[in-house]
């Protein structure tokens, strides 16, 4: 019996959102570029396959992490835009027959390293970094204030890669989701997963104990 308290909390920890799930919960078809892009269907580093978004409150920080089809900066003129809900969200892409995609803010991350949040200024060296097919910017809370919402995990999200060779929504290559927001990841407080850890250490120790008997 001296188990159960830490095996209940290992067992109640599996439903927590952690970090190392939640890349696979939003995804996007391979190679489905807009009729209205004016770019390459060859730019395969502007076609999006996977996004997701994480929320540390205790360190108040969003990390926003994408991986694309192709290598990062194989479209010299590419870049990433990330359109944030903080509540007061409206559509922009109506003419695209979009109406679910809503932003009132837009942090933008780019092949090079560098990052903007619209209206607040450039992020900090070394908020972005890149790997290959994936992408991430790490982005203060402070720079994304509510309009509304109350809790920052209500803030919603959407991706577009853009081509800037090319003028307005003929640039934007593909949304992720395709009419739709996500919203955020708790990242779990570091008390949470000291308790996961002496959870699932009880769980393996009462299994043995078990299997001895």
Do not use: H
Not at 94 to 116: A, Q
Not at 119 to 145: E, F, K, Y
């Amino acid at each position: 019996m001296r188990f159960l308290v830490p095996t209940s909390a290992a067992l109640a920890l599996l439903g927590l959102p952690l970090a190392s799930q939640a890349l696979d919960g939003i995804t996007d078809p391979r190679g489905d570029f807009l009729a209205t892009f004016a770019g390459s269907v060859a730019s395969a580093d502007l076609d999006v396959l996977s996004a997701s978004v994480f929320y540390n409150a205790s360190t108040d920080l969003f990390t926003l992490t994408a991986t694309m089809d192709g290598n990062i900066g194989s479209t010299s003129t590419g870049f990433y835009v990330w359109g944030v809900n903080r509540g007061a969200g409206t559509t922009g892409f109506i003419s695209l027959g979009l109406d679910g995609v809503r932003f009132d803010r837009v942090v933008i991350l780019r092949p090079d390293g560098t990052g903007t949040v619209a209206g607040a200024g450039a992020l900090p060296a070394g908020s972005v970094t890149i790997s290959g097919r994936t992408i991430t910017g790490v982005v203060s809370g402070s720079l994304l204030p509510s309009t509304g919402f109350t809790n920052k995990l209500d803030y919603t999200f959407n991706l577009w890669p853009r081509d800037g060779a090319f003028a307005g929504n003929a640039a934007i290559s593909d949304f992720a989701p395709n009419n739709a927001n996500f919203t955020a990841t708790a990242v779990p407080e570091p008390s949470t997963a000291v308790l996961g850890a002496l959870g699932l250490a009880g769980l393996l120790a009462w299994r043995r104990r078990q299997s001895n008997s």
